[in-house]
């Protein structure tokens, strides 16, 4: 969806940001990817709040007939070990911070709880611990917070991204293109994916993502722990039982 949108013709997607930090700095992609600000501007900016910077980049992107997107990196306040000398809070510190200046209209793009673990512990087990049962339980705060907010099931994203697309362009009041659908895989100005710095391969288009099955060997605690978090969704788990 980061690629999509941000193929959308004067769109900018801050990808992955927070006030706790973010995989690449914000003012660095406001710069480096956006050309929003130059070096000056962007070590002038530093020292100034989130909500500083995000009121600024967003005056230089409306001057140029932009609007910006945040793709909040969430995760960092709700999984442990992501931020340094950080403890998680449990508490989406993006929406928090803006909401304080900015009038919001969220919106959460949202996975089968299970294959969101794995997705995780595939990807980016090596970097932290990624223990089932934690990960369920600090899973599910983070749904607590999301329960008033709209969402978008990934697994029907990619079933049908131009119903869902030229719906989140009403929702946000973008201007719609069927390039954003055809021309995404070349984009590459975003963060949290695995092709990151170069484009996708054309003829794969967008892959269809269905849920991955319980395997046979979850233990008991992580199950309940997994149940808990599939009730705070309209998914329905597909559960072995031993």
């Known amino acids: 969806m980061n690629r999509i949108l941000g193929s959308l013709e004067n769109v900018i997607v801050l990808s992955e940001v927070n006030p706790w930090g973010s995989f690449k700095p914000m003012l660095e992609q406001a710069q480096e990817w956006s050309g929003l600000i130059n070096n000056d501007e962007q070590r002038d900016l530093e020292s100034r709040t989130f909500a500083e910077q995000v009121r600024e980049l967003q005056k230089r992107a409306a001057e140029n007939g932009k609007t910006i997107i945040i793709r909040d990196w969430s995760t960092a306040n709700f999984m442990k070990g992501l931020v340094r000398d950080r403890k998680p809070s449990y508490r989406l510190e993006t929406m928090i911070e803006l909401g304080r200046s900015f009038s919001l209209k969220p919106l959460v793009l949202m996975r089968d709880p299970y294959s969101a673990w794995k997705s995780n512990f595939d990807n980016f087990g090596k970097y932290f611990d990624l223990c089932p049962e934690s990960f369920f339980r600090e899973y599910g705060k983070y749904l607590s917070s999301i329960q008033s907010m709209p969402r978008i099931k990934l697994e029907e994203f990619t079933s049908f991204p131009r119903e869902h697309i030229r719906w989140i362009c009403e929702f946000w009041n973008l201007t719609f293109s069927e390039k954003c659908l055809t021309d995404f895989y070349q984009f590459v100005h975003c963060t949290g994916d695995n092709t990151l710095a170069r484009p996708i391969e054309r003829k794969s288009g967008i ?36």
């Open 207 to 242: 892959q269809k993502v269905g849920p991955e099955p319980w395997p046979e060997n979850l233990d008991q605690k992580t199950i309940n722990t997994l149940k808990r978090a599939y009730r705070m969704t309209s998914y329905n788990p597909y559960l072995r039982e031993p």
